[in-house]
């Protein structure tokens, strides 16, 4: 369970909010179990409160695109705080496939603003939504295989920059640009690997690759958006 105290709150409640956080971490003390909680953007657009929200006693944030471009290119997640990348301040309903990688490979919480049955009463559903219901759990059913407490964002370790790795365990690198090959810097040892077609969401290819510990160059074996999972043998 996680807590928020208010959604998109206005930036002169900042103070506010910054006094229930306390006050609830002040009460759970005294209980058994604690639970996480956070702070979102006062939505987009309008304000840029990003360091306002990095700078919080909040444990979880949830930013809006206005200072870094959560939408197309999000920054790595640092560990400064639990960050979820939520729909509701970037667009409201919107977001794609991409957008759901990028996020997870930067180390982020990707959450869509589902319309699910009908469309909010001021938006429309997208017509993308099934594609992107179906990413959003292949990256839940990647995490689960992953051992998410050793690995972090290290785009420098791919020239495509979407990498999440245990550096010589284990890297998952995300290609946005279809069909074409790129390099990785891979520690030297054994390694199974795995390509996976975001457009049909299976498995397109596996197979052993030997690293020498320079940088390696990979091509999806699919003109499509790809990921490449690789896991130390």
């Known amino acids: 369970m996680l807590y928020e105290i208010s959604n ?9 909010q ?10 759970e003390r005294t209980k058994a179990k604690q639970h996480p909680i956070g702070m979102t953007s006062n939505g987009y657009g309008s304000v840029d409160d990003t360091d306002r929200l990095f700078n919080s006693s909040a444990d979880w944030i949830s930013p809006n695109p206005e200072k870094d471009d959560y939408k ?20 409201g309903a919107g977001g794609d496939r991409s957008w759901v990688w990028k996020s997870f490979l930067r180390g982020l919480n990707p959450i869509w603003m589902d319309p699910y ?26 995490a689960e295989r992953m051992n998410l407490v050793a690995t972090k964002p290290e785009p420098d370790l791919a020239s495509t920059s979407y ?26 040892g054994s390694y199974h690997y795995e390509w996976f077609n975001l457009a049909t969401g299976r498995e ?15 091509k999806p074996p699919s003109n499509t958006e790809a990921i490449l999972y690789l896991k130390a043998e």
Request: hydrophobic letters at 30%; aromatic letters at 10%.
């Open 117 to 142: 049955d009908k469309a909010p009463l001021w938006e429309t559903a997208p017509g993308n939504a099934d594609d992107v219901r179906r990413n959003l759990g292949d990256t839940r059913r990647f």
């Open 18 to 27: 910054q006094h229930l956080v306390g006050y609830i971490r002040k009460y």
């Open 72 to 91: 197309a290119n999000p920054p790595a997640a640092t560990g400064a705080k639990v960050i979820l990348s939520d729909t509701d301040h970037p667009w």
């Open 8 to 16: 998109e709150n206005h930036p002169a409640g900042y103070e506010w």
């Open 163 to 188: 990498c999440l790795a245990d550096p010589g365990v284990e890297y998952m690198i995300y290609q946005p640009k279809p069909g074409e090959a790129f390099d990785v810097k891979v520690k030297a």
């Open 204 to 218: 397109s290819g596996t197979g052993r690759v030997e690293c020498s510990g320079q940088a390696q160059q990979f």
